[in-house]
């Protein structure tokens, strides 16, 4: 076995993507704070902020394979710092609609779409990385670190949101989300590197260490046989993306996804909305328990990734990735029920948190298990999933409303539990040790 690294470049651009995480969370979900100051202003209903929510999931769905197609072809850094530019832009022009414009709703909605577009990119991008930079048997702590993130955007987005809108006005926490996002951004452009053989900094005995352990079965091959195939993208996208879609396990963890989707953007979208409008919170105290799960969205994406680490080394990856991610979607779904029952509404929001909590013990499982199957075509494969994902948010976004005004919030929250059940069942499918290989493209 390689010596302990020297150095820890990999740890420190894993922690730059929990940072780029965290920002492109911020700009996403500060519409949800602000959302009901911008409906008042815009004149919208419910369901019109719900259709503008939609919007912006349905264009981050859409272009997640893409994205995660473009990061094989051109590198993380470059599309993730061009990602950055583009969804600065987007999250500036969400503030910048003048209230007395016609049709501000058509136009939100197009900004919101393209917003998601570009967002669309980072995750796909952070798992191109993840393959290349991190070895197998730390990609759950990776990913967990990473996906922290979420919760950490999400988490101060109430406080920071709510103090500048209370302050400032509702437009100005997108212009600051947006020049946060483009520091950031030039920051990873400056330190990241696609591949750990191109970084000045990294020691000999972290890229040894890393090369040996950097895919699932590759020890003993030169680095060589380890780098993309092709820097600049072997095949068309739809041949690549048709192998993709048509293959078992991408299919049964997209499925997984789209179902953790569901559930996660309830708590993105309507969370806020649901304490002031539902139980009564005024609105420093909604900010204060809305920080809740993304809070214990932090801490069970950090806890989640070591237990899957530790039980993928101890009874390998059908236990340590599948089996932790069944068991997560599992309890997510008695704990949705039980807090939708809760009476008393700051120990429902507790009970609720600890239910995105749950399924948040699941998140880096679901990031570990493409890298480790699909390897050098990792941000295709993750891209492919977290496009089920996103759906499975747009139509949690539009759905929840509909189903909350027509038959009650607690039963849009036991329709969540239902899909929680159906993504924790949807892993048994999953057949960890199957590694996808994408077959070249024949020339005619």
């Known amino acids: 076995m390689a010596d302990e690294p020297a150095s820890r470049v990999r740890w420190f651009l894993v922690f730059w993507l929990f940072v780029l995480g965290a920002v492109s969370y911020l700009d996403r979900v500060n519409i949800s704070i602000a959302g009901t100051a911008l409906a008042e202003e815009y004149h919208l209903t419910q369901i019109q902020l719900g259709s503008i929510f939609s919007a912006f999931l349905l264009g981050y769905a859409i272009?997640?394979?893409?994205?995660?197609?473009?990061?094989?072809?051109?590198?993380?850094?470059?599309?993730l710092t061009i990602g950055v530019v583009w969804w600065g832009v987007f999250t500036a022009l969400t503030a910048s609609l003048p209230s007395t414009i016609a049709g501000a709703f058509s136009c939100l909605i197009l900004i919101?779409?393209?917003?998601?577009?570009?967002?669309?990119?980072?995750?796909?991008?952070?798992?191109?990385?993840?393959?290349?930079?991190?070895?197998?048997?730390?990609?759950?702590?990776?990913?967990?670190?990473?996906?922290?993130?979420?919760?950490?955007?999400?988490?101060?987005?109430?406080?920071?949101?709510?103090?500048?809108?209370?302050?400032?006005?509702?437009?100005?926490?997108?212009?600051?989300?947006?020049?946060?996002?483009l520091i950031v951004g030039l920051v990873w452009y400056g330190v990241a590197r696609d591949v750990?053989?191109?970084?000045?900094?990294?020691?000999?005995?972290e890229l040894s260490y890393t090369q040996e352990f950097r895919i699932p079965g590759s020890v003993g091959k030169p680095a060589s046989d380890l780098l993309p195939e092709d820097p600049a993208g072997r095949g068309s996208f739809r041949h690549s993306w048709g192998q993709i879609a048509s293959n078992r396990n991408v299919l049964a963890v997209t499925i997984s996804y789209f179902c953790f989707g569901y559930v996660a953007w309830i708590f993105f979208s309507?969370?806020?909305?649901?304490?002031?409008?539902?139980?009564?919170?005024?609105?420093?105290?909604?900010?204060?328990?809305?920080?809740?799960?993304?809070?214990?969205?932090?801490?069970?994406?950090?806890?989640?990734?070591?237990?899957?680490?530790?039980?993928?080394?101890?009874?390998?990856?059908?236990i340590g990735r599948c089996g932790v991610g069944c068991f997560a979607l599992l309890l997510a779904s008695v704990i949705l029920v039980l807090g939708s029952r809760v009476a008393n509404a700051p120990l429902a929001s507790i009970v609720l948190s600890?239910?995105?909590?749950?399924?948040?013990?699941?998140?880096?499982?679901?990031?570990?298990?493409?890298?480790?199957?699909?390897?050098?075509?990792?941000?295709?494969?993750?891209?492919?999933?977290?496009?089920?994902?996103?759906?499975?948010?747009?139509?949690?976004?539009?759905?929840?409303?509909?189903?909350a005004q027509r038959y009650g919030w607690t039963s849009s929250f036991l329709v969540?539990?239902?899909?929680?059940?159906?993504?924790?069942?949807?892993?048994?499918?999953?057949?960890?040790?199957q590694r996808l290989a994408l077959a070249r493209k024949q020339p005619h």
């Open 270 to 318: 309507w969370f806020y909305i649901y304490l002031v409008k539902v139980r009564g919170l005024d609105l420093k105290t909604s900010a204060f328990y809305s920080t809740l799960p993304p809070l214990a969205i932090v801490v069970c994406s950090l806890c989640g990734g070591a237990i899957s680490d530790a039980m993928t080394k101890s009874y390998g990856r059908r």
């Open 196 to 205: 750990p053989e191109q970084h000045p900094l990294v020691s000999q005995a």
């Open 112 to 181: 919101r779409f393209l917003l998601g577009a570009g967002e669309a990119i980072i995750y796909p991008a952070s798992n191109q990385f993840v393959s290349q930079w991190i070895p197998s048997q730390e990609r759950g702590l990776a990913n967990g670190l990473i996906f922290a993130g979420v919760g950490a955007g999400a988490g101060t987005a109430p406080i920071f949101v709510t103090y500048l809108m209370i302050h400032y006005g509702w437009r100005w926490p997108f212009w600051v989300s947006t020049i946060l996002g």
């Open 416 to 433: 969540a539990a239902v899909f929680s059940g159906i993504g924790g069942l949807a892993w048994l499918l999953v057949e960890p040790d």
């Open 63 to 79: 272009f997640q394979t893409p994205g995660g197609w473009l990061a094989g072809r051109l590198g993380p850094r470059y599309v």
């Open 354 to 403: 600890g239910g995105v909590g749950a399924l948040y013990l699941a998140q880096s499982s679901y990031w570990s298990i493409t890298a480790d199957i699909a390897g050098n075509n990792a941000g295709l494969a993750s891209g492919f999933m977290n496009m089920g994902g996103q759906l499975g948010g747009a139509l949690t976004a539009s759905l929840t409303p509909v189903i």
